[in-house]
Nanobody, 114 residues
């Protein structure tokens, strides 16, 4: 599995970003996908997930602000992040589970200034 995340950057509070994750070397449409994040000094946490069938779940802190969606034709998963807050500052990782092992991309840094 190869996961290549992009789209992070510096944004002011209230702004927006869209993260992208290009996925290769798996039959993408058959896999559940997820975005995690890790803030400095904190554990990695699940932000949002999407099943192969398109069902979505969100962590409480991002509900109503973030949207996860997938493009099965393009083998990519996205995270639209709206109304960003300083507490959203973290490295964001796209992830999937392949044969019982969780796989990670390289992460993309999101910094939200107040």
């Amino acid at each position: 599995v190869q996961l290549q995340a992009s789209g992070g950057g510096l944004v002011q509070a209230g702004g927006y970003l869209r993260l992208s994750c290009a996925v290769s070397r798996i039959m993408f449409r058959a896999y559940d996908m997820a975005w995690y994040r890790q803030a400095p000094g904190q554990e990695r946490e699940l932000v949002a997930s999407i099943t192969s069938g398109g069902g979505t779940t969100y962590a409480n802190p991002v509900k109503g602000r973030f949207i996860i969606y997938r493009d099965n034709a393009g083998d990519a998963v996205y995270l639209q992040m709206n109304n960003l807050k300083p507490e959203d500052t973290a490295v964001y990782y796209c992830s999937t589970e392949d044969r019982g092992v969780r796989r990670w991309g390289q992460g993309t840094l999101v910094t939200v200034s107040s």
